[in-house]
């Protein structure tokens, strides 16, 4: 089944589950993540309440939107609905190719004037929400929204510049594998993944993973014999 396409009002009231009903996840305050982006975050997970931006990238191809389908995918796969706004161009075949489960993933495409609203009634109702950060958004409206998801224990992905995130994620630096001799098709893409933020997560962090895969690995330097790593030698090693 594709991912819920939501439009109107009526239909957003159907999706989202009243505040005062049971959580679906069992009540845990901590979502998972994939064990490569675990080190990023406080806690090694999403934290309900929280806000995670991902800093959206200077082109399409910057691998902004892999990394999004990455963070959904451990919390969709465990139980938890997502939901996806002001995104037209977000894939639902991409997204159940990263093992985010289409069943309890809504769309909004176009939430129009109305996006704080949309953003708002999700944050109510469903666990993680995603929204492209609209141009003219204004603090006030993002402080609130804030608010909304810390009160309401939903962990809220702002994708583009967010202000006063627990934490934001951004790709910062990318590699394409798949082309050798000037011939072959690209296949994945190694980058790498940086985070900074407040309190616990103050301090910034790097990690380095293959964007798209089937699975996500992390990629380490090839040690030679005992001595110090040797620059540019990469092997990559399953997820622990």
């Given at each position: 089944m594709a991912g819920r396409m939501v439009v109107g009002s009526a239909a957003l009231a159907e999706l989202?589950?009243?505040?005062s009903a049971p959580d679906p996840a069992g009540g845990h305050r901590m979502l998972p993540v994939r064990p490569e982006l675990s080190g990023l975050l406080p806690g090694r997970g999403l934290r309900r309440g929280s806000t995670i931006a991902v800093g959206a990238g200077q082109h399409r191809h910057s691998g902004t939107t892999s990394l999004l389908l990455a963070l959904l995918a451990e919390a969709s796969?465990?139980?938890?609905?997502?939901?996806?706004?002001?995104?037209?161009?977000f894939g639902a075949a991409a997204a159940a190719e990263a093992g985010i489960v289409l069943d309890r993933l809504a769309l909004v495409p176009e939430p129009g004037p109305e996006w704080p609203t949309v953003v708002a009634a999700l944050i109510d109702g469903v666990d993680v929400v995603v929204t492209a950060v609209p141009a003219t958004v204004s603090?006030?409206?993002a402080s609130r929204l804030v608010a909304r998801a810390r009160q309401r224990g939903s962990v809220l992905?702002?994708?583009?510049?967010?202000?006063?995130?627990?934490?934001?994620?951004?790709?910062v630096r990318g590699m394409w594998e798949g082309?050798?001799?000037?011939?072959?098709r690209l296949r994945r893409r190694e980058v790498t993944i940086s985070a900074r933020g407040r309190g616990a997560a103050a301090r910034p962090k790097e990690v380095k993973v293959w964007l798209p895969d089937a699975e996500l690995t992390r990629v380490i330097p090839r040690s030679a014999g005992v001595g110090r790593p040797v620059p540019g030698l990469l092997r990559v090693v399953a997820p622990a």
């Open positions: 989202v589950r009243p505040a796969r465990a139980g938890s609905w997502c939901a996806v706004v002001g995104m037209p161009t603090a006030s409206v992905v702002p994708y583009g510049r967010w202000d006063g995130a627990d934490v934001t994620l951004q790709v082309i050798g001799s000037g011939r072959g």
